[in-house]
Antibody
Framework: QVQLKESGPGLVQPSQTLSLTCTVS????????VSWVRQPPGKGLEWMGV???????AYNSLLKSRLSISRDISKSQVFLKMNSLQTEDTATYYC????????WGQGVMVTVSS | DIVMTQTPSSQAVSAGEKVTMSCKSS????????????LAWYQQKPGQSPKLLIS???TRESGVPDRFIGSGSGTDFTLTISSVQAEDLAVYYC?????????FGGGTKLELK
């Protein structure tokens, strides 16, 4: 059974770095790529980036300078790191395995506030 | 980057009504090699993660009711709900996966009239 679960701090101070972990089960990270998608409160979905099965990455153009996605295959974990957080980065952050299939985590709410 | 524009942003509907919503891309999503449109439709209900309804512009996912119909090609796409049910009240997003960065439209919210 494919599952993804996000974890990380619920509150981050402005200018600090956000670190989130996506723990997957039911598949290998060498077989399916994993994306990060975020959603500010009451707003739409924003694709952030993807780590492909081979380990390479692709990022949202607007976030590219602040964002890094990596993984630990042995732990079945994908990591998101984004620096220089601002209040506009307050959102629910999802990890997802898309195409083939459609598997999403439940999301983790991150608030950027002092 | 490919820009996805959805209209309308919201729509008030009655149960049983036919509903159409539009999604336009800033460049063609039709890949000439395989004649496939790299366009997906998602449904998101409050407090839930998005759910894939349609991929390749018109292929319904397993378990998705046949009242959901995706159509279009190139840069213009439509999601039609042939007879809206109460459980269809949600926000619908289109997404292009023709090229990275993948991008979502702003969404169309279906509300009760």
């Amino acid at each position: 059974q494919v599952q993804l679960k996000e974890s990380g701090p619920g509150l981050v101070q402005p200018s600090q770095t956000l670190s989130l972990t996506c723990t997957v089960s039911g598949f290998s990270l060498t077989s399916y790529h994993v994306s990060w998608v975020r959603q500010p409160p009451g707003k739409g979905l924003e694709w952030m980036g993807v780590i492909w099965t081979g380990g390479s990455t692709a990022y949202n153009s607007l976030l590219k300078s602040r964002l890094s996605i990596s993984r630990d295959i042995s732990k079945s974990q994908v990591f998101l790191k984004m620096n220089s957080l601002q209040t506009e980065d307050t959102a629910t952050y999802y990890c997802a395995s898309l195409r083939p299939g459609d598997y999403w985590g439940q999301g983790v709410m991150v608030t950027v506030s002092s | 980057d490919i820009v996805m524009t959805q209209t309308p942003s919201s729509q008030a509907v009655s149960a049983g009504e036919k509903v159409t919503m539009s999604c336009k891309s800033s460049q063609s999503l039709l890949y000439s090699e395989n004649k496939k449109n790299y366009l997906a439709w998602y449904q998101q209900k409050p407090g839930q993660s998005p759910k894939l309804l349609i991929s390749w512009a018109s292929t319904r996912e397993s378990g998705v009711p046949d009242r959901f119909i995706g159509s279009g090609s190139g840069t213009d796409f439509t999601l039609t709900i042939s007879s809206v049910q109460a459980e269809d009240l949600a926000v619908y997003y289109c997404e292009q996966y023709y090229d990275t960065p993948w991008t979502f439209g702003g969404g169309t919210k279906l509300e009760l009239k």
